[in-house]
């Protein structure tokens, strides 16, 4: 009896898995055979090659690299406010925090990644935009920079609380032996806590970059959706998700060309973060060696 209860839970569990890897693969095959029409009729070379994204007007362009460049502008905006901050409060989290500062403080910062990212981005637009044009001359009001802001905002618990976990896993060993050497609080932190536990830190950096570059609503709400290959965080620009919620909304026929762009322009962010992604797992593999 007891071991047929252990082989359905066996089986459920395999169906489980079996299941996720289905609805991966069927996805991939999606994106790819749209992918494969879509370029039947764009060549892969004006797709790669042009610089500008206009396959909603009249005058087609189909350069991906302005969606391109917003995604990684607003990203790299977010990344630069998140991993100092979530790191920072990672650390005092689990180094000196007492327990029940750290019961109290972990949850409330964990609040963050539960807020709506369109109040997000409402946030963005109306409060975090005026306020910037106050003292950032030509400021638009539809810009990269105070979504980037606000995602950096949101993934801060998911760099903080993966963070902290792994910090928390370093052997107080490793950190008696530093004490015993001579070495203080913060020279223990930072030269044999922290890299102790950059696996870690690098996956929670992994996760968090993840998370901006498929962030959708608050992008959309406030980054203008004007496709511009720019790195100037003041002006309007369009990530590779907020082109998907623009095609999506029903203006498009389906099966036309412009529609087959939302899945060419998914399969590149796909392809985007599966490479980071791998490039992650490498870099863990060798800071564990």
């Known amino acids: 009896m007891r071991g047929g209860k252990e082989r359905a839970v066996e089986m459920a569990l395999l169906a489980c898995g079996a299941l996720s890897i289905l609805t991966t693969l069927g996805i991939l095959s999606v994106l790819a055979v749209e992918t494969w029409e879509f370029f039947q009729e764009v060549s892969p070379l004006e797709y790669f090659g042009d610089t500008q994204w206009t396959p909603l007007f009249l005058d087609k362009h189909f350069g991906v690299w302005p969606l391109i460049t917003g995604t990684l502008l607003t990203s790299a905006i977010a990344i630069s406010v998140a991993l100092p ?86 052997p107080n060993s490793l950190r008696e032996a530093a004490y015993g050497l001579g070495a203080g609080k913060l020279q223990t932190i930072f030269r044999v806590v922290l890299p102790s536990a950059r696996s870690g830190i690098l996956a929670a950096t992994t996760l968090a970059i993840s998370r901006a570059i498929g962030e959708t609503m608050i992008v959309t709400v406030a980054a203008g959706m004007q496709p511009q290959l720019t790195f100037d965080p003041r002006v309007p620009i369009e990530t590779m998700t907020a082109y998907i919620v623009q095609v999506s909304m029903g203006d498009v026929p389906t099966g036309s060309l412009e529609y087959k762009t939302i899945f060419v322009v998914g399969a590149t962010l796909f392809a985007m973060t599966f490479v980071m992604n791998m490039i992650s797992q490498l870099m863990a593999r060798r800071s564990r060696m």
Do not use: H, W
């Not at 920072?88 to 409330?108: D, M, T, V």
């Not at 539960?114 to 946030?123: E, L, R």
């Open 85 to 170: 901050f979530g790191l920072l409060a990672a650390i005092y989290l689990s180094e000196f925090a007492s327990p029940r500062a750290r019961q109290i403080l972990k949850p409330a910062l964990e609040i963050l990644a539960g807020v709506p990212t369109i109040v997000y981005g409402f946030f963005a637009l109306i409060v975090l935009t005026p306020f910037l044009q106050t003292f950032i001359p030509g400021l638009a009001g539809f810009n990269a920079l105070s979504p980037g802001i606000i995602m950096g905002i949101m993934i801060i618990p998911m760099i903080s609380s993966l963070s902290e976990d792994a910090i928390y896993a370093v």
